[in-house]
């Protein structure tokens, strides 16, 4: 299957420091990346899709000017946490859209800790 | 209603055991099923992809659709440890409604 990348896989910070997350679409031109988040035990929810060259669209809840997404080219997407705070520890997991398929590669997560 | 549910189990079974685990869902509109695996800490990978109603083998894995019963299931055979992980049944419509609406997944545990 197709191989989607993210970085870093761990990242603890401080309270009110910014922090970005990249996702990577390895062997396959993505125009339509998703962002999760995942509690423990519990499903994915989604936060955002972001659409290679234009503005994400954001699920309801889901703060716009605290999770900023960033699609620039077709193969990278990057959510950047700002101004994090302890309730935005979670596990962020991305996910790139195959058009041909109709389904999503998800890549291996990104643990966050705020301190 | 949920639009898909599935039973969060837990579920354990021994080693050679048969698994069966189950996707309900409400929405006629879905059209594209999958399943995926997901280990601890790990992003989900995905294991199994169908179009519409019917099955699909990929080696001791078989995915069913039953698009009548809005039903669908995914069939280990041989189970083994290494498939102790939590499933998650997701789908969507397609035709320009990519997102995929998952079910809340069902931890399995192969005891050896």
């Known amino acids: 299957g197709a191989v989607v990348s993210q970085h870093p896989s761990r990242v603890i910070c401080k309270s009110g420091t910014s922090v970005k997350i990249e996702c990577r679409s390895l062997?396959?031109?993505?125009?339509?990346m998703f962002w999760y988040r995942q509690f423990p035990k519990q499903s994915l929810m989604l936060m955002a899709t972001?659409?290679?060259?234009?503005?994400?669209?954001?699920e309801q809840g889901v703060e716009k000017d605290k999770f900023l997404i960033n699609h620039a080219s077709l193969t990278l997407s990057t959510l950047t946490v700002t101004s994090a705070h302890p309730e935005d520890s979670s596990f962020y997991i991305c996910?790139?859209?195959?058009?041909?398929?109709?389904?999503?590669?998800f890549g291996p997560g990104t643990r966050l800790l705020v301190l | 209603q949920k639009e898909v549910e599935q039973d969060p189990g837990p579920l354990s079974v021994p080693e050679g055991a048969i698994v069966s685990l189950n996707c309900t869902y409400s929405?006629?509109?879905?059209?594209?099923f999958m399943w995926y695996r997901q280990y601890s800490r790990k992003g989900p990978e995905l294991l199994m992809y169908?179009?519409?109603?019917g099955n699909k083998e990929d080696g001791r894995f078989t995915a069913q659709v039953d698009k009548s019963s809005k039903y669908i299931s995914l069939f280990i055979r041989d189970s083994q440890p290494s498939d102790s992980a939590t499933y998650l049944c997701?789908?969507?419509?397609?035709?320009?409604?990519?997102?995929?609406?998952f079910g809340k997944g069902t931890k399995l545990s192969v005891i050896p």
């Open positions: 997701a789908m969507t419509p397609g035709a320009g409604s990519y997102q995929l609406t």
């Open positions: 996910s790139a859209r195959d058009r041909v398929k109709e389904t999503q590669y």
């Open positions: 929405n006629s509109a879905f059209q594209y």
């Open positions: 169908t179009y519409s109603s």
């Open positions: 972001s659409n290679e060259g234009s503005k994400a669209t954001y």
């Open positions: 062997d396959f031109q993505a125009t339509t």
